[in-house]
């Protein structure tokens, strides 16, 4: 099999789509340990700094008349506040902080990955694991204070025939423990699929024959990955209403 090098000198298209996702350190050497600043540190940081530019300095003024970062703030403040309200229910505002915060967070590593030569944080299961980790021993916890044992309930579906009821519970408890490996993978799949997309029909940009359609790809997928951001971290935001619904009222 013929190395890069050699491909390269013959004329050949070498591209590695995967490539993007690699974690590497910031400050040099190849190894990367528990406490080693690397690529995805940075961008994490990017994103938490972007959060608060939008939700705390944009929005410190609290013109009558908005700017158009405040307005911005003040809808995204609207569409999760009302998500939290509609979803999970009333009872369930005292958590929206953290569910905004989640939402914000993913949103903006998400639109911060698009930006040509930056890393998308959330295409990482290493990241979207322990955000949805989070979410999973969150709401674990606010069923068992909040109801007791009687949040078990959550795996006894009463309105099935009695003869049923032990085994829907077990397929109850399978789905339950499953929820953080769907939670995180839909996130990180989704993400890593259209970058790895749009990385492949740049590759094929500098073949002349192909170029024109490759760039007119390229931008039909940039634009439907806009989108995919969005509607990822609304999909990952509103599942964590539904789990946290079913966290405080178990009862099917």
């Not at 000198?9 to 590497?24: A, K, R, T, Y």
């Not at 949805?132 to 006894?156: D, I, P, Q, S």
Request: hydrophobic share 60%.
């Amino acid at each position: 099999m013929a190395t890069e090098a050699q491909a390269a000198e013959e004329g050949g298209l070498v591209f590695h789509p995967m490539d993007q996702f690699i974690v590497e350190p910031l400050f040099g050497g190849s190894e990367v340990g528990m406490f080693t600043i690397t690529n995805v540190t940075l961008w994490m940081a990017l994103a938490v700094l972007a959060v608060v530019a939008l939700m705390v300095l944009g929005t410190s003024r609290r013109a009558i008349i908005p700017s158009r970062t405040q307005s911005i703030g003040e809808l995204a403040y609207g569409f999760v506040y009302k998500m939290v309200e509609d979803v999970a229910g009333k009872d369930a505002i005292v958590f929206f902080p953290y569910i905004m915060t989640l939402f914000m967070f993913i949103v903006m590593a998400n639109f911060l990955g698009l930006i040509p030569m930056s890393f998308t944080t959330t295409s990482h299961f290493a990241v979207t694991v322990v955000l949805a980790l989070l979410v999973f021993v969150t709401v674990t916890v606010v069923g068992f204070v909040k109801n007791g044992t009687k949040f078990l309930e959550l795996f006894w579906v009463k309105s099935a025939p009695l003869a049923l009821r032990p085994i829907l519970a077990i397929i109850e408890v399978i789905s339950y423990f499953v929820r953080p490996v769907s939670h995180s993978i839909r996130l990180a799949g989704n993400l890593m699929a259209g970058h790895a997309v749009i990385k492949v029909f740049a590759g094929f940009a500098a073949i002349a024959v192909v170029s024109p359609i490759s760039v007119v790809a390229i931008t039909a997928m940039y634009g439907l990955e806009i989108l995919v951001s969005f509607i990822q971290a609304y999909v990952f935001t509103i599942l964590t209403c539904v789990y946290l619904k079913d966290a405080l009222h178990p009862s099917h």
